[in-house]
């Protein structure tokens, strides 16, 4: 167990609709990253947070947003679904934005048919 | 980041050593390599991390070699619990470092009893 929780465990949702995944890092960590993992396109990072500020941008698409709360904890929102964002959700976290050690958690699996 | 090529897959014997290769050829003077595994159905987990020198940890041992164009994790003795895709990363963590890893395909290691 690393310590981060995420939540759902699975999605399934229809095309064109809008859903929220929710990160709870470990305790005293700081950073938060976001990646996709899906069959074709691997483990691509998304986006990362540090202390509820938006730290570094990789692939993320324009429909998709995310924040980092005040107690920490972060969500990742995707709307207007399309059916090639069904992937793994993985949500990371480390002590800060340069740590060597991120700790994953088990992932949200998100369906959209 | 530099970029990192690693076998497909291999395989083992349980409780024998496994020599897991990287090369790197690109990597430049600030680029720490990473080590980080993923068992079926779970998240990405760090394994170990360098930057010249050999290091050993409770997980393994990451074998750097001299011009750093390439290195080897080595799993002492291979359980079954050991399977898994197993990825070399190399990162910028000097000055200015994001905290983001880039995951390249990795290598798929299968532990026969």
């Known amino acids: 167990d690393s310590g981060v929780t995420q939540t759902p465990k699975h999605l399934i949702t229809a095309t064109g609709q809008r859903v929220t995944l929710r990160c709870s890092p470990r305790s005293g960590d700081l950073s938060v990253y976001w990646y996709q993992q899906s069959l074709d396109q691997g483990l691509q990072f998304l986006i990362q947070?540090?202390?509820?500020?938006?730290?570094a941008k990789g692939n993320i698409l324009e429909r998709f947003s995310a924040q980092q709360f005040p107690d920490l904890h972060s969500e990742l929102n995707l709307s207007s679904l399309e059916l090639g964002d069904s992937a793994l959700y993985f949500c990371?976290?480390?002590?800060?934005?340069?740590?060597?050690?991120?700790?994953f958690g088990p992932g949200t699996r998100l369906t959209v048919t | 980041d530099a970029k990192t090529t690693q076998p497909n897959s291999m395989e083992s014997n349980e409780e024998e050593p496994v020599h897991l290769p990287c090369n790197h050829s690109t990597i430049s003077g600030t680029d720490y390599i990473h080590w980080y595994r993923q068992l079926p159905s779970q998240g990405p987990e760090y394994v170990i991390h360098g930057l010249t020198s050999n290091v050993n940890n409770r997980m393994a041992s990451l074998a750097i070699a001299e011009d750093r164009k390439s290195s080897t994790l080595i799993l002492h003795r291979a359980t079954l619990r050991d399977a898994a895709v197993y990825y070399c990363i190399l990162r910028d963590d000097y000055g200015g470092s994001q905290g983001n890893l880039i995951f390249g395909k990795g290598t798929k290691l299968s532990v026969k009893p």
């Open positions: 990371a976290s480390s002590v800060d934005g340069e740590a060597y050690e991120q700790y």
């Open positions: 947070y540090y202390n509820g500020e938006e730290r």
